[in-house]
């Protein structure tokens, strides 16, 4: 018997994974159809679908459905999408107009797709200052977001000045309008509070239990507003009361803490009947505020701008050797505006929110 001769040919070869480059083209999506993000809850994101098919199209994403089939609201449908793994570590929030593929019916166990991002008009961010592990690292709450409504209550729990200050530089930075709503009206008054913030020229309304929000529904309309604000101080109560349908939980502040229970666990766009969206956010003890420079600060005081041509290098503007005292003593600018920039500014230096501790009920 001949012995076998065995050469290459007799060699099964695993092909290797060759040279060529992975395509960077990806899918142009030409029939994607236009979403409006409304929830955000583990990995699936609840649109309202605009797409133009029956529908017509208004500010911020909002639509009214005339037909088909699937989860019908009073603005269009719902549909429950994931994010495209092309779309890689791009994070998508509430507020976001999204593009969809997939199935966009909106019917019971049916899922699309997000395969695209569209720009973002404004982004209202925190830092995640307010844990242990502090990183520093910007945190996108909401999206597309052309008002801050900052909810304070009057009394139960009392004012936190100091996390209105956090709040109001949030929106500086996101270009976004702040609004003050002042909340149980009814306990305490407004004016002392009113006061405070007058130098900013920051519009307010003022609520109570039971009462008329003809104001503010005004304020809201046409609008994309997000409501941001401690825990009790009563967000989720208004946002009932403005969506007949939100169904939003509430809760009672602790007698001895003095502090709110978290009902909103996520961020939630809601259609307003007059027009316009409002967002519910879960309420905070925190706002971070690292990832904000002092200039962006110092921009939302125009009056004042001028006065730091002569600061030294790297003024923080909190007193010392800064310019302002000077262009203020001069009659340049308003020294009720320079107290409120500075306390703006010692906002940012990760002081706590929460800053009035039962034990210490004359801390301000």
């Not at 507020?95 to 008009?121: H, I, K, M, N, W």
């Not at 409504?149 to 009392?158: F, H």
């Not at 302002?324 to 001069?330: F, K, M």
Request: charged share 30%; glycine share 12%.
């Amino acid at each position: 018997m001949r012995r076998r001769e065995y050469d290459e040919d007799d060699v099964r070869v695993r092909p290797g994974k060759g040279s060529r480059p992975r395509t960077r083209i990806r899918p142009a999506h030409e029939d994607a159809v236009e979403g409006f993000v409304v929830g955000v809850d583990r990995g699936r994101y609840t649109c309202l679908v605009t797409d133009g098919h029956g529908r017509r199209r208004g500010r911020g994403g909002k639509a009214a459905r005339t037909g088909g089939e699937g989860t019908a609201q009073p603005g269009g449908t719902l549909v429950v999408a994931m994010k495209a793994r092309e779309l890689g570590r791009k994070g998508i929030v509430v507020g976001d107009r999204v593009a969809l593929v997939g199935d966009v019916s909106g019917r019971p166990d049916t899922l699309a797709r997000v395969v695209r991002v569209e720009p973002r008009v404004s982004m209202l961010r925190r830092s995640a200052d307010d844990t242990d592990d502090t990183d520093g690292i910007e945190r996108p709450v909401v999206a597309n977001a052309d008002q801050l409504v900052i909810v304070t209550a009057l009394a139960d729990p009392p004012p936190r000045p100091r996390m209105i200050d956090r709040m109001l530089v949030a929106a500086y930075d996101a270009d976004i309008e702040p609004l003050l709503c002042l909340t149980k009206s009814d306990l305490a008054p407004p004016e002392e509070i009113v006061s405070l913030y007058a130098p900013l020229g920051l519009p307010y309304v003022v609520v109570r239990r039971g009462g008329e929000l003809d104001e503010l529904r005004e304020r809201l309309r046409d609008r994309i507003s997000v409501l941001v604000g401690h825990s009790g101080v009563g967000k989720s109560t208004l946002v009932n009361a403005l969506v007949p349908h939100a169904n939003r939980a509430v809760s009672h502040v602790n007698a001895v803490t003095g502090r709110g229970r978290h009902t909103s666990t996520s961020a939630v766009a809601l259609e307003l009947p007059e027009g316009g969206w409002i967002i519910d956010t879960p309420g905070v003890r925190s706002f971070g505020l690292a990832h904000i420079s002092v200039e962006t600060v110092l921009a939302g005081f125009p009056d004042l701008v001028e006065g730091t041509v002569t600061c030294p290098k790297g003024c923080t503007h909190l007193g010392g050797d800064c310019a302002l005292d000077a262009w203020v003593a001069d009659g340049h600018a308003d020294p009720a505006r320079l107290g409120s920039l500075r306390r703006l500014l010692a906002s940012r230096e990760g002081a706590a929110d929460d800053e009035r501790r039962p034990d210490r009920p004359d801390v301000p």
